[in-house]
């Protein structure tokens, strides 16, 4: 019998190569272009709508459904115009984009600079209740249509304004040269006149003007996109499409994977690292994300915060073997961190290995002769807090605190310290109750380094979950975001990120990798930065 | 009986309203669900005050449970966070899990009493010892990690079965995933059935059928394992709720969307309608189950009388 | 052909001593229709023990009560003191050796922090057999007085009763796991002890109330009654024996199941907090890695597994013991 089956795989196998259409693994033998390619899912936490996606799930599906101004290269993760003609300014304040003709939705609306600017208005509309408003805060009036409390008194933001069909302007309410390149982010996509007419409609089957257009969506268990032959860009399918199908569970999704039931996997389980390569051999991916873990202090704890206190957070980081833990606990998918950007940034973007410095780098004898000149651990014991119903973060915790502990020579020093869930860990983190170090990761937006420092690290910015706060920095910051060209902007951020090396706030632990796999059916699979696949460059056979 | 039938279901009243508050008590003790919405990114304050407010999370407690019932009794069970109704997430989650928990129970009556007479009639000897040696092994190991490995091996290595489940839940891909749930109850119903077993075979009846010289078969279905089945109906009937809403590791393993998967969801995420909806028609399934037990309870033992 | 069978097995049953057997089922069968005069003889002090003294007499010479009794005690012992056997050090980790296998001096690998399994199984008995057995009688005790009692008295006590269960049984593990233990800061065990007590006692409640309808139905019960017994008379001498069977059963089992319970509570951050050991913490933490270090999970697990086997054998004699049938 299981002789039997294999012997079908195999012919399975050598039909697929001969491009002929056999009906082996459940009908889905087609090869070549009109191929469909089964994707592994998660069900979005939130509805489909751009500017209410803030996570990875529903982020998939809009990279294949929709194309903005701009869209992040998939290899190098540079921003480069899609439907943007061009954006111009003259003081980094008042842009004026121009659009490229001969784009349409896929139900032949034409994609116009309206399009955009009603879509941006609903996207940062308070009673809209988009998660990712926030990203409009730069465009003028968006106090108006956004306030901190009570109701929005205007509809619209008073710095966007329709010039004609293919061009309209956008006024900043402060100086920001590399905003061009925050919009390829989701929140910045077109939308069609349906999305507002009939708004349920639309997410049940969402019309975009990607290179896939929504065949069905069942809910909770797949959505099947199908390519767009009409699509204009230079990106289109060189598949038949995708079907994402939603997995309760990332093991789950890689046992199908190995019994071929599926042909890409973007998450391998913690449980699996250890055997993915002989499992997979080459159709193992593992490449840089734009995605740096963290543990930050809480600095509003006047223990953790005061001066002085920099000594044992700079020996934390010190007492913590990061090359051992990386190897041992996430085999090779992290890479230990050296600085609090990504490698995806590339050294012309902002990354600069080894900036840390020696506080970056293992060394028990002197983390534990900087804690004892700190004053040592406050309260003589260290608790890390994550929280235990996501990702398998009880194993590099208890492995921190091992290393911390070595170091040390006390056992006791370090213990992990689980929150039950998520929301339960956010609410702490957001009611400032967090007594020691506790777990942060973050995933970039868009790849820059502005935004891997300012929202994590400048005064009272929206994730700066430590509260941390130094005038320098936020000044070097503000320099920053004022400079004429992206190589000075660089050079400014990386000032104020010498500052996080000195102060310490958060250690810099590592940065993480995308991981995937997929089967011999199915080729040319990548990751993009945000370990997203590219969907539309898989080929079948 | 009808009387007491009847009288059974209208205590069912008391239990839901008590069952649905202490629920959404549990939830609401929870905490603030919003700032999860957001992922690893602070809430915007003025968006979460906004969903707060549509989501009648701006009310106290005292409020939002009645604000709640009153909507329960209009047939709406509130939205799910990912904007889609509890109600649709029900009617899609338990059948499934209906079809799931019926193919554990069949396989606990089954093999259970089955392995349970066997061990129970043969005390001692070999297949006594398995069956013992089966049961440790069942308690002792995660359903994870037995769930996993029967589905590495069957359905991966051997590939005698699909590895997951289909949406559409076929009935033979189910099969091994409602073994795997039923195994740590197997092994109760198992011990149970083989000591009741064992206990009545010695009772005078036992020996005067015997003596009379009934077949041995005859004996032991009519005889012996009806009186021998109060204990083990009393567990199933317990365990089906437990099934239901405990078969959390189960369809993560299987990829089967029921509700064990639902609640994990609607619990991790702190989302009281999908939590307390679930529950309630949980604790539903309850009662019907253990007032068909105690129904039973008059079949299998004819002195027991319900006025 | 089919006959011989069943008689067999009841007179022929058991691991002990044939003489005491045949001494104990002639005493019985007396005491099984307890409510009758005292037997006349049987008993070599003259006067008639308790049902519960005579157990004792019999439990002291089966054997399997003895093995099991020691396996009992020995874990006792490396639970309260576990240097006895083990002189490392639970927490020491040397990560450059995680999910290595047996090593000289180290019998059963490391586990993924490269701690040493050995230890750590040595060390976990103390928190899991606390967990396990404190759990196990708590919901033993609470489930089968109220069950009884539910059972015994019938009408309104029962229906109360009944649907209390009903409401704690809706209540999911999960949930209830996050919420308890959310709010009970305490590092010790007794809040996970709590917890499971509260979770557990409903499902024990529902099989003593099943057995004690039947067992009150049973002649010798209606007998005593018109003979005039009092309620906790009745329900002491006469129901308890015939419906504790069922009872002990679900309990011994329900031991490994609360002692993987804890696990479960632990994995998801509710139950206990580091640095305590425990089977179930390294069970669940060794579950994810079961493919490529299987030894991470056998010896804790194997360890749980001798655990409930003593108590399950345990539970047999002392079922056993009680059972006036097996006399």
Same mark, same amino acid.
């Given at each position: 019998?299981?002789?039997?089956?294999?012997?079908?795989?195999?012919?399975?196998?050598?039909?697929?190569?001969? &491009?002929?259409?056999?009906?082996?693994?459940?009908?889905?033998?087609?090869?070549?272009?009109?191929?469909?390619?089964?994707?592994?899912?998660?069900?979005?936490?939130?509805?489909?709508?751009?500017?209410?996606?803030?996570?990875?799930?529903?982020?998939?599906?809009?990279?294949?459904?929709?194309?903005?101004?701009?869209?992040?290269?998939?290899?190098?993760?540079?921003?480069?115009?899609?439907?943007?003609?061009?954006?111009?300014?003259?003081?980094?304040?008042?842009?004026?984009?121009?659009?490229?003709?001969?784009?349409?939705?896929?139900?032949?609306?034409?994609?116009?600079?309206?399009?955009?600017?009603?879509?941006?208005?609903?996207?940062?509309?308070?009673?809209?209740?988009?998660?990712?408003?926030?990203?409009?805060?730069?465009?003028?009036?968006?106090?108006?249509?956004?306030?901190?409390?009570?109701?929005?008194?205007?509809?619209?933001?008073?710095?966007?304004?329709?010039?004609?069909?293919?061009?309209?302007?956008?006024?900043?309410?402060?100086?920001?040269?590399?905003?061009?390149?925050?919009?390829?982010?989701?929140?910045?996509?077109?939308?069609?006149?349906?999305?507002?007419?009939?708004?349920?409609?639309?997410?049940?089957?969402?019309?975009?003007?990607?290179?896939?257009?929504?065949?069905?969506?069942?809910?909770?268990?797949?959505?099947?996109?199908?390519?767009?032959?009409?699509?204009?860009?230079?990106? !289109?399918?060189?598949?038949?499409?995708?079907?994402?199908?939603?997995?309760?569970?990332?093991?789950?999704?890689?046992?199908?994977?190995?019994?071929?039931?599926?042909?890409?996997?973007?998450?391998?389980?913690?449980?699996?690292?250890?055997?993915?390569?002989?499992?997979?051999?080459?159709?193992?991916?593992?490449?840089?994300?734009?995605?740096?873990?963290?543990?930050?202090?809480?600095?509003?704890?006047?223990?953790?915060?005061?001066?002085?206190?920099?000594?044992?957070?700079?020996?934390?980081?010190?007492?913590?073997?990061?090359?051992?833990?990386?190897?041992?606990?996430?085999?090779?998918?992290?890479?230990?961190?050296?600085?609090?950007?990504?490698?995806?940034?590339?050294?012309?973007?902002?990354?600069?290995?080894?900036?840390?410095?020696?506080?970056?780098?293992?060394?028990?004898?002197?983390?534990?002769?900087?804690?004892?000149?700190?004053?040592?651990?406050?309260?003589?014991?260290?608790?890390?807090?994550?929280?235990?119903?996501?990702?398998?973060?009880?194993?590099?915790?208890?492995?921190?605190?091992?290393?911390?502990?070595?170091?040390?020579?006390?056992?006791?020093?370090?213990?992990?310290?689980?929150?039950?869930?998520?929301?339960?860990?956010?609410?702490?983190?957001?009611?400032?109750?967090?007594?020691?170090?506790?777990?942060?990761?973050?995933?970039?937006?868009?790849?820059?380094?502005?935004?891997?420092?300012?929202?994590?690290?400048?005064?009272?910015?929206?994730?700066?979950?430590?509260?941390?706060?130094?005038?320098?920095?936020?000044?070097?910051?503000?320099?920053?975001?004022?400079?004429?060209?992206?190589?000075?902007?660089?050079?400014?951020?990386?000032?104020?990120?010498?500052?996080?090396?000195?102060?310490?706030?958060?250690?810099?632990?590592?940065?993480?990798?995308?991981?995937?796999?997929?089967?011999?059916?199915?080729?040319?699979?990548?990751?993009?930065?945000?370990?997203?696949?590219?969907?539309?460059?898989?080929?079948?056979? | 009986?009808?009387?007491?039938?009847?009288?059974?279901?209208?205590?069912?009243?008391?239990?839901?309203?008590?069952?649905?508050?202490?629920?959404?008590?549990?939830?609401?003790?929870?905490?603030?669900?919003?700032?999860?919405?957001?992922?690893?990114?602070?809430?915007?304050?003025?968006?979460?005050?906004?969903?707060?407010?549509?989501?009648?999370?701006?009310?106290?407690?005292?409020?939002?449970?009645?604000?709640?019932?009153?909507?329960?009794?209009?047939?709406?069970?509130?939205?799910?966070?990912?904007?889609?109704?509890?109600?649709?997430?029900?009617?899609?989650?338990?059948?499934?899990?209906?079809?799931?928990?019926?193919?554990?129970?069949?396989?606990?009556?089954?093999?259970?009493?089955?392995?349970?007479?066997?061990?129970?009639?043969?005390?001692?000897?070999?297949?006594?010892?398995?069956?013992?040696? &089966?049961?440790?092994?069942?308690?002792?190991?995660?359903?994870?990690?037995?769930?996993?490995?029967?589905?590495?091996?069957?359905?991966?290595?051997?590939?005698?079965?699909?590895?997951?489940?289909?949406?559409?839940?076929?009935?033979?891909?189910?099969?091994?995933?409602?073994?795997?749930?039923?195994?740590?109850?197997?092994?109760?119903?198992?011990?149970?059935?083989?000591?009741?077993?064992?206990?009545?075979?010695?009772?005078?009846?036992?020996?005067?059928?015997?003596?009379?010289?009934?077949?041995?078969?005859?004996?032991?279905?009519?005889?012996?394992?009806?009186?021998?089945?109060?204990?083990?109906?009393?567990?199933?009937?317990?365990?089906?709720?437990?099934?239901?809403?405990?078969?959390?590791?189960?369809?993560?393993?299987?990829?089967?969307?029921?509700?064990?998967?639902?609640?994990?969801?609607?619990?991790?995420?702190?989302?009281?309608?999908?939590?307390?909806?679930?529950?309630?028609?949980?604790?539903?399934?309850?009662?019907?189950?253990?007032?068909?037990?105690?129904?039973?309870?008059?079949?299998?033992?004819?002195?027991?009388?319900?006025? | 052909?089919?006959?011989?069978?069943?008689?067999?097995?009841?007179?022929?049953?058991?691991?002990?001593?044939?003489?005491?057997?045949?001494?104990?089922?002639?005493?019985?069968?007396?005491?099984?229709?307890?409510?009758?005069?005292?037997?006349?003889?049987?008993?070599?002090?003259?006067?008639?023990?308790?049902?519960?003294?005579?157990?004792?007499?019999?439990?002291?010479?089966?054997?399997?009560?003895?093995?099991?009794?020691?396996?009992?005690?020995?874990?006792?012992?490396?639970?309260?003191?576990?240097?006895?056997?083990?002189?490392?050090? !639970?927490?020491?980790?040397?990560?450059?050796?995680?999910?290595?296998?047996?090593?000289?001096?180290?019998?059963?690998?490391?586990?993924?922090?490269?701690?040493?399994?050995?230890?750590?199984?040595?060390?976990?008995?103390?928190?899991?057999?606390?967990?396990?057995?404190?759990?196990?009688?708590?919901?033993?005790?609470?489930?089968?007085?109220?069950?009884?009692?539910?059972?015994?008295?019938?009408?309104?006590?029962?229906?109360?009763?009944?649907?209390?269960?009903?409401?704690?049984?809706?209540?999911?593990?999960?949930?209830?796991?996050?919420?308890?233990?959310?709010?009970?800061?305490?590092?010790?065990?007794?809040?996970?002890?709590?917890?499971?007590?509260?979770?557990?006692?409903?499902?024990?409640?529902?099989?003593?109330?099943?057995?004690?309808?039947?067992?009150?139905?049973?002649?010798?019960?209606?007998?005593?009654?018109?003979?005039?017994?009092?309620?906790?008379?009745?329900?002491?001498?006469?129901?308890?024996?015939?419906?504790?069977?069922?009872?002990?059963?679900?309990?011994?089992?329900?031991?490994?199941?609360?002692?993987?319970?804890?696990?479960?509570?632990?994995?998801?951050?509710?139950?206990?907090?580091?640095?305590?050991?425990?089977?179930?913490?390294?069970?669940?933490?060794?579950?994810?890695?079961?493919?490529?270090?299987?030894?991470?999970?056998?010896?804790?697990?194997?360890?749980?597994?001798?655990?409930?086997?003593?108590?399950?054998?345990?539970?047999?004699?002392?079922?056993?013991?009680?059972?006036?049938?097996?006399?």
């Amino acid at each position: 019998m299981p002789t039997a089956a294999r012997v079908q795989r195999a012919v399975c196998l050598a039909g697929a190569l001969a &491009l002929a259409a056999t009906a082996c693994g459940g009908g889905r033998g087609a090869t070549g272009g009109s191929a469909v390619v089964s994707a592994s899912w998660g069900d979005p936490q939130n509805p489909l709508e751009p500017a209410n996606t803030n996570e990875v799930q529903g982020g998939k599906v809009l990279e294949m459904l929709l194309r903005g101004l701009k869209r992040y290269n998939p290899r190098t993760g540079a921003a480069e115009n899609v439907l943007a003609e061009k954006i111009v300014t003259t003081d980094a304040r008042h842009y004026t984009v121009r659009l490229r003709p001969g784009w349409t939705f896929s139900n032949g609306e034409p994609v116009t600079a309206k399009s955009f600017v009603d879509a941006w208005n609903y996207g940062a509309l308070l009673t809209n209740k988009q998660k990712n408003a926030p990203f409009f805060q730069y465009i003028d009036g968006f106090e108006k249509v956004h306030p901190d409390k009570g109701a929005p008194t205007a509809k619209t933001l008073s710095g966007l304004s329709v010039k004609d069909d293919r061009t309209f302007t956008v006024t900043l309410n402060q100086k920001f040269s590399t905003w061009p390149d925050t919009l390829g982010y989701a929140a910045f996509m077109p939308l069609p006149q349906s999305f507002f007419r009939d708004h349920a409609g639309w997410l049940a089957q969402p019309v975009g003007n990607g290179p896939y257009r929504v065949d069905s969506y069942d809910k909770g268990t797949v959505l099947r996109m199908r390519k767009w032959t009409r699509y204009p860009g230079s990106d !289109p399918a060189r598949n038949g499409g995708i079907d994402l199908r939603v997995y309760t569970d990332t093991d789950t999704a890689y046992t199908d994977l190995q019994a071929g039931n599926l042909d890409v996997v973007d998450d391998i389980p913690a449980s699996q690292l250890k055997n993915v390569r002989t499992d997979l051999g080459k159709r193992y991916i593992n490449q840089p994300a734009g995605i740096i873990q963290t543990l930050a202090f809480p600095m509003y704890d006047p223990r953790w915060g005061r001066p002085g206190m920099e000594k044992v957070r700079r020996g934390l980081s010190m007492a913590i073997d990061r090359e051992q833990i990386t190897r041992e606990i996430f085999q090779h998918t992290r890479t230990p961190a050296t600085d609090w950007t990504s490698p995806v940034l590339g050294e012309k973007g902002g990354h600069k290995p080894g900036l840390c410095g020696e506080a970056c780098v293992f060394a028990p004898a002197k983390a534990r002769q900087l804690i004892k000149e700190g004053g040592g651990i406050p309260g003589g014991r260290l608790t890390i807090a994550y929280n235990a119903d996501t990702g398998s973060h009880k194993d590099w915790v208890d492995a921190v605190c091992n290393s911390i502990n070595n170091t040390l020579g006390n056992d006791r020093a370090c213990v992990g310290n689980p929150v039950g869930t998520f929301a339960d860990f956010r609410n702490k983190i957001s009611a400032r109750q967090m007594t020691g170090p506790f777990r942060s990761g973050w995933q970039m937006d868009y790849p820059l380094i502005q935004n891997f420092l300012q929202p994590l690290y400048y005064t009272n910015a929206s994730s700066n979950d430590g509260k941390f706060s130094d005038p320098g920095f936020d000044a070097l910051v503000n320099q920053a975001n004022a400079a004429p060209d992206t190589r000075q902007a660089v050079a400014l951020f990386q000032d104020a990120e010498r500052i996080l090396a000195r102060k310490m706030p958060s250690i810099p632990l590592w940065y993480q990798n995308g991981s995937g796999g997929y089967t011999e059916r199915v080729r040319n699979v990548t990751l993009n930065p945000f370990s997203v696949p590219v969907y539309n460059e898989i080929t079948v056979g | 009986m009808g009387r007491y039938v009847i009288r059974r279901l209208l205590q069912m009243i008391p239990v839901f309203i008590g069952s649905t508050f202490l629920i959404f008590l549990m939830v609401y003790a929870l905490g603030d669900p919003v700032a999860a919405m957001f992922g690893e990114r602070a809430p915007d304050p003025a968006t979460a005050a906004q969903i707060r407010h549509d989501l009648y999370l701006d009310q106290p407690l005292w409020k939002q449970y009645p604000h709640y019932m009153g909507q329960i009794f209009q047939g709406n069970f509130g939205i799910a966070f990912n904007g889609r109704p509890v109600t649709e997430l029900m009617a899609a989650a338990f059948p499934v899990t209906l079809r799931l928990t019926l193919i554990a129970v069949v396989i606990e009556m089954v093999v259970g009493i089955a392995l349970g007479v066997f061990s129970g009639l043969r005390r001692g000897r070999s297949i006594d010892t398995t069956v013992l040696v &089966l049961t440790l092994i069942v308690v002792s190991v995660p359903t994870f990690v037995s769930g996993y490995l029967l589905q590495f091996v069957f359905g991966v290595k051997l590939e005698w079965a699909a590895p997951t489940v289909a949406f559409e839940t076929p009935l033979n891909e189910m099969l091994l995933p409602g073994l795997v749930l039923a195994l740590v109850s197997l092994a109760y119903v198992t011990r149970l059935t083989r000591t009741s077993i064992a206990e009545n075979a010695r009772a005078d009846y036992i020996r005067t059928a015997v003596a009379k010289g009934l077949p041995r078969r005859r004996v032991i279905t009519r005889h012996l394992l009806r009186n021998s089945l109060i204990p083990v109906v009393t567990f199933i009937g317990t365990d089906i709720g437990a099934l239901m809403g405990g078969a959390i590791v189960t369809e993560r393993i299987f990829n089967i969307h029921g509700v064990g998967f639902q609640l994990y969801q609607g619990i991790l995420r702190q989302n009281s309608p999908t939590v307390v909806g679930f529950v309630t028609i949980l604790v539903l399934v309850f009662l019907i189950a253990n007032l068909l037990v105690d129904l039973l309870y008059a079949v299998l033992d004819p002195r027991i009388r319900y006025a | 052909m089919p006959e011989p069978h069943v008689p067999k097995e009841a007179i022929g049953h058991g691991d002990g001593g044939t003489a005491a057997l045949a001494i104990g089922e002639a005493e019985s069968l007396e005491r099984a229709h307890a409510a009758g005069p005292p037997p006349p003889g049987g008993a070599p002090t003259g006067r008639p023990r308790s049902l519960w003294s005579d157990a004792w007499h019999d439990l002291r010479r089966n054997p399997v009560f003895v093995l099991s009794a020691l396996v009992i005690v020995f874990l006792v012992v490396i639970a309260l003191w576990p240097q006895l056997i083990a002189t490392g050090n !639970p927490y020491r980790a040397d990560l450059a050796k995680a999910q290595q296998g047996a090593a000289p001096g180290h019998p059963f690998g490391y586990d993924l922090q490269g701690r040493d399994v050995y230890t750590r199984v040595v060390y976990g008995a103390r928190a899991s057999i606390t967990v396990g057995t404190c759990a196990t009688a708590g919901a033993a005790l609470l489930g089968s007085l109220l069950g009884g009692l539910a059972g015994f008295f019938g009408g309104w006590w029962d229906a109360l009763l009944s649907r209390l269960a009903d409401i704690f049984f809706g209540i999911p593990v999960l949930l209830g796991g996050l919420v308890f233990l959310s709010v009970v800061t305490s590092t010790t065990v007794w809040p996970v002890v709590g917890f499971i007590v509260l979770l557990g006692w409903p499902q024990v409640a529902r099989i003593a109330r099943g057995s004690v309808v039947t067992a009150k139905q049973n002649d010798y019960v209606q007998a005593a009654r018109a003979l005039g017994a009092g309620n906790g008379r009745m329900l002491l001498r006469h129901i308890a024996p015939n419906a504790v069977a069922p009872v002990i059963v679900v309990a011994t089992i329900a031991l490994g199941t609360y002692i993987a319970l804890e696990a479960t509570l632990s994995y998801l951050g509710a139950g206990l907090k580091p640095p305590t050991v425990s089977w179930g913490i390294d069970i669940s933490a060794a579950s994810t890695h079961i493919r490529n270090a299987p030894h991470m999970l056998l010896w804790p697990a194997g360890a749980l597994s001798l655990t409930v086997l003593a108590f399950i054998m345990l539970g047999d004699a002392v079922r056993d013991a009680l059972d006036p049938k097996l006399r």
